[in-house]
């Protein structure tokens, strides 16, 4: 049976030794702006942090204060009209990592002194929880400032509506200042990419209200799988009925993957793990498409299995790291080489192709980390010097094709390589993060002892 309360088993959480070690050590980055052991991270590396210095100094130039630099036009740019700063709250850790001490706690300073959520704006609680909730929860572990977890544990306060569906499954969007909620129409990752941010609030306020709605909406999203152990790609959160019965491991389930896993190893949670279990057979008997040379993930029918498309893209190659942290390492090097032949076919990857014959469907590329991800965890895991080589490779291709005067633009058509007015932060909190670490020493960070948000924001156990 599953259950869903924590009740008091927040309070006697005791921190494991290995746990607490790693936090000290990512501590120390933030305090002395150098990695733990001062190993020189070596050439690449450098290259990689003066490419994040680059992007990084151009935001300040043209867009401090603000949520994005539109690196074209040299513009600000906030999502809803007002900024929730979200380029240096999703920033901030990978400064930290990367030892760049005087620009994080200037940025620190800057989120801690004028970031407010006590906002009349409607927000989009997936895209909210996982870059600044969880950009907050990290920071605050890097740094110690418990200002960083006063502004998470408010963001988190204003996210709980969200939850206050007929089934417990949340609402797309959610008003901060209100709590009005709207959006019934929702997805796998956006119901089920929650509880690493809310368990860790949860933990680290000793509130358990955080983790028992966030792990609820994961179990009641699992409860509504397939007799295939298969999820669907739209589903109403208010009746709980399926609206897509599309079944992939792309944008809209994506994460939903990651989560089960990664929730099962932060928090010992022994039902995420037996979702998990349950979800990744089904996803590799149904999903699982070993043809056109390689390893591919299509779609299938939730209900039936049957193979209704070929489609591949730059999100889904996220879930080579997610084989690779599970232990199956045969698997995520396949996948990866899958993914790697993209990129290069085209010199950058497009947003999706038709793997049965490599032709493009969404052209663009917008900066995104998965594919380098994935090349981070198999080295971590592997120590194959082929997967810094696929590193160099996407460096090299960002740096020729996506850097303008300021910062780093999106591409419109990998084609043409037609660049587009757009630099989201994920690229320097995720894409930029996975190369850098990639390169740097080994010690810089622990991935066993460290669990990646999908924003790549590192949590540790420090409860």
Excluded at 320 to 331: F, N, V
Excluded at 338 to 347: C, D
Aim: net charge neutral; charged share 25%.
């Amino acid at each position: 049976m599953i259950r869903v309360s924590l009740g008091g088993v927040i309070a006697c959480c005791l921190a494991l030794s290995s746990a607490a070690q790693t936090s000290s050590k990512l501590l120390a980055v933030a305090q002395t702006g150098t990695p733990a052991d001062s190993a020189d991270p070596g050439p690449m590396a450098k290259q990689v942090r003066a490419e994040f210095l680059h992007a990084w100094n151009a935001y300040k130039q043209y867009a401090w204060g603000h949520d994005e630099l539109k690196p074209l036009s040299r513009q600000p740019h906030d999502w809803y009209g007002v900024s929730l700063y979200m380029t240096p709250v999703d920033a901030l850790d990978t400064m930290i990592l990367m030892g760049l001490k005087s620009e994080a706690d200037e940025a620190r300073e800057l989120i801690a002194q004028n970031l407010s959520f006590d906002q009349d704006i409607e927000v989009k609680n997936f895209e909210i929880t996982i870059r600044l909730l969880g950009g907050l929860l990290s920071s605050y572990q890097l740094t110690g400032d418990r200002r960083l977890l006063g502004l998470a544990e408010d963001l988190g306060n204003r996210l709980l509506p969200a939850f206050n569906s007929r089934t417990g499954m949340p609402y797309v969007y959610v008003n901060l200042k209100t709590g009005k909620t709207h959006g019934a129409e929702s997805n796998p990752a956006e119901i089920g990419t929650l509880l690493v941010e809310f368990g860790t609030l949860s933990k680290l306020t000793g509130k358990p209200v955080f983790y028992d709605k966030a792990k609820n909406a994961l179990v009641q999203l699992y409860s509504r799988r397939s007799k295939l152990g298969l999820v669907g790609s739209a589903i109403n959160v208010e009746t709980g009925q399926w609206i897509d019965t599309t079944s992939h491991i792309s944008t809209g389930i994506d994460s939903y993957y990651e989560y089960l896993l990664k929730a099962s190893i932060l928090f010992n949670d022994r039902d995420c793990e037996r979702m998990w279990k349950t979800s990744i057979e089904a996803a590799n008997r149904y999903l699982a498409d070993a043809g056109q040379g390689g390893l591919w993930y299509g779609q299938v029918d939730m209900n039936t299995g049957k193979r209704t498309a070929t489609r591949y893209g730059a999100l889904d190659a996220f879930f080579p790291a997610l084989l690779a942290r599970s232990g199956d390492l045969e698997r995520a090097r396949r996948l990866e080489e899958s993914s790697y032949k993209v990129w290069t076919m085209f010199g950058v990857e497009p947003e999706e192709i038709d793997y049965s014959n490599f032709k493009i469907i969404h052209s663009g590329y917008v900066l995104r980390p998965e594919i380098a991800e994935s090349a981070y965890y198999l080295y971590f895991y592997t120590r194959d010097p082929r997967y810094k080589e696929m590193a160099s490779t996407f460096l090299g291709s960002l740096v020729r094709y996506c850097k303008t005067e300021a910062a780093y633009a999106s591409l419109r058509k990998v084609e043409s390589k037609e660049k587009e007015d757009r630099m989201e932060s994920f690229f320097l909190a995720e894409t930029l993060k996975y190369l850098y670490l990639t390169f740097a020493p080994r010690e810089t960070l622990d991935l066993n002892k460290v669990v990646f948000n999908t924003e790549a924001h590192p949590i540790t156990k420090t409860w």
